[in-house]
């Protein structure tokens, strides 16, 4: 037997065996479950936004870059734009240096 040959039925053979496998996932639900992280992360940098204080344009920049299908919530997140905002709770004290 030639390697030609040896390909063939080896190609066959592969072809043959994950044909008869059932698929696990549907391509419905591998959609779905896609469309699913790309809300959560859109999501998790929406929240991470709420923490920062944005001026006006600075928000619709960055709600613009979140609309971006899977990189705009890294970037978002990564670029961390603005500056933290103040605890809003009087009973959080900061951290004072001498504790440290």
């Known amino acids: 037997m030639d390697i030609g040959t040896l390909a063939f039925h080896h190609i066959f053979l592969y072809n043959h065996i994950t044909m008869q496998m059932a698929m696990p996932l549907s391509p419905e639900t591998m959609r779905f479950l896609l469309a699913a992280c790309i809300v959560a992360m859109?999501?998790?940098?929406?929240?991470?936004?709420?923490?920062?204080?944005?001026?006006?344009?600075?928000?619709?920049?960055?709600?613009l870059l979140i609309l971006l299908p899977l990189l705009g919530p890294f970037l978002v997140i990564w670029l961390h734009p603005g500056a933290p905002r103040q605890a809003s709770y009087p009973w959080v004290k900061p951290r004072s240096e001498s504790n440290t």
């Not at 859109?42 to 709600?63: D, F, K, N, V």
Request: charged fraction near 25%; charge should be positive.
């Open 42 to 63: 859109a999501l998790l940098a929406i929240l991470y936004l709420r923490r920062r204080e944005l001026s006006t344009p600075e928000h619709i920049a960055c709600g």
